[in-house]
């Protein structure tokens, strides 16, 4: 999916063609595709295009044109099929909010990337006035449009605020860029019917809002929709790796009476098992946006979703032999940690009795916050710096690295406050580079089947210095 948009330069409501190019050298000369595409204001002249036929596992670089001008060549990569002995970097997991700088910079730097994922909330729907103050947008006088989301052209130009920035533009043009939303990109925490800051007296309908949110995603995301919004989708990586997305959103804004009782809903759980049922993947990624692991010390609370929900992805896990990561976004913390589903079993020494592992990644600008990780389950957390996990996949381990970058001062949420220095870009104050720290993998387990768990006795702590950008990678081994 190749997304660009064009910038009229007026009110114009007449088509404009664009002319695509896909090649697989970056200079153009062996073109695979040519074609033209028609946009308008209808789509607020964004531009999406599928294309089926493409080889796997390739890399492609593609540019459009339009109006006498042609955009910055961009890259992207296919996944590929069959035998497949590694995918480095087979995805960047990550949370936006607010403005973006020097972890997206960081990403868009790196060649090494098969896909970028991004775990929901894109986009904060809050005013520039009260609500969170300082902590989501009081700051930014520039913040357009200033007040909260509601009619479709209220979204569309929080997108395009967004999409101005360089480095943010600069991660979708270098990679593929994979989406499944949260509730931000709607409203916040949705109900059916309606959500905690929606007020149909002053803001309309529901359902309307609903609508016109979904609308302008439809255009500024490439991102592939099905009907009433359904978003979510499974992506194979050749025989190493299904990623699997779910929406925790979709109970709320598209209901079905049958979905009581059921966290994803019923249409979508169903989706679930089946992929567990049918993936014959070496791992199976479960990207969601809410704490699925139980987090409580006794290890039988303290996760968003229900015991009956997460027993039930669990048991089919475990029955088909799965080796399940689960990546979360949301939270705002970093955090490794155990699956585990009867404490009883589990020895949080060794692992051993663990069903899969949870992997949940840290905020890019948006407050961090905390919880109570002293359970054994636990292996690192940290909620006070920001950060993106960058998980590379082998037939014989699975590996996150948790890039960090100590807390953005505030002057460094403009672009023009980062500055180029030796060793790589860093915001005025002094963040820079240091040398990664490797932590030793877990010990080999024989069997495809057996419990794949984190190896214990490991467990890194942040030095003093808040100025460093920090790396502190977690493996886990078959």
């Known amino acids: 999916m190749l997304w660009t948009r064009v910038t009229t330069g007026g009110d114009s409501t007449d088509p404009v063609s664009v002319f695509l190019e896909v090649s697989t050298d970056p200079s153009m000369r062996r073109r695979r595709v040519a074609e033209y595409v028609t946009t308008d204001a209808e789509r607020d002249h964004t531009v999406r295009v599928d294309l089926a036929a493409l080889e796997p596992g390739t890399t492609y670089y593609y540019r459009f044109s339009a109006l006498g001008r042609t955009s910055p060549i961009g890259r992207t990569k296919t996944a590929p099929v069959g ?11 990550l949370q936006l909010g607010l403005r973006v700088l020097l972890c997206l910079r960081m990403m868009a730097r790196r060649a090494d990337l098969d896909a970028v994922v991004h775990l929901g909330d894109y986009l904060y729907e809050y005013s520039a006035f009260v609500e969170y103050g300082e902590v989501y947008g009081g700051f930014r006088e520039d ?10 052209d209220d979204y569309r130009r929080r997108y395009a605020f967004y999409r ?19 509730d931000h990109e709607f409203a916040c925490d949705p109900f059916v019917g309606g959500a905690a800051n929606h007020f149909p007296e002053t803001q309309g309908p529901w359902a309307d809002r609903v609508a016109n949110a979904l609308a302008a995603y439809s255009e500024w995301m490439p991102t592939r929709l099905g009907a009433e919004g359904r978003i979510f989708r499974h992506f194979a990586y050749g025989d190493l790796a299904e990623l699997a997305l779910v929406d925790r959103q979709r109970p709320y804004l598209w209901p079905s009476e049958d979905d009581a009782g059921e966290h994803l809903g019923a249409e979508q759980q169903q989706w679930l098992d089946d992929r567990l049922d049918e993936s014959t993947a070496r791992w199976f990624v479960l990207g969601q946006g809410t704490t699925f692991a139980p987090h409580s010390p006794d290890m039988l609370g303290g996760s968003s979703w229900d015991a009956v929900s997460r027993a039930r992805v669990l048991e089919r896990a475990t029955s088909n032999g799965r080796n399940l990561i689960v990546v979360t976004g949301d939270i705002h913390r970093a955090e490794a940690l155990d699956i585990v589903a ?10 051993a009795g663990s069903v899969g592992v949870e992997f949940s990644t840290g905020s890019i600008t948006s407050p961090g916050g905390s919880t109570d990780t002293s359970g054994p389950q636990f292996h690192w957390a940290d909620g006070s710096h920001r950060t993106f996990l960058l998980l590379t996949l082998t037939p014989e381990l699975a590996q996150a690295d948790f890039i960090v970058a100590a807390a953005v001062p505030r002057r460094a949420l403009a672009p023009r406050a980062v500055v180029p220095r030796r060793g790589g870009l860093a915001p005025r104050g002094g963040v820079r580079r240091r040398r990664s720290r490797r932590l030793e993998p877990a010990a080999v387990r024989a069997a495809r089947a057996a419990s794949v768990s984190l190896r214990r006795g490991l467990r890194p702590s942040f030095v003093s210095d808040s100025k460093r950008i920090k790396r502190r990678t977690v493996t886990r081994a078959l």
């Open 342 to 351: 009867d404490p009883s079993a589990y020895d949080g020494a060794t692992g």
């Open 164 to 182: 101005r920035d360089p480095d943010l533009q600069l991660v979708h043009r270098q990679n593929p860029f994979i989406h499944v939303w949260d």
């Open 143 to 152: 913040l357009d449009p200033p007040g909260q989301l509601v009619s479709l």
């Open 83 to 93: 035998r497949t002995r590694e995918v480095p970097g087979v995805r960047v997991v």
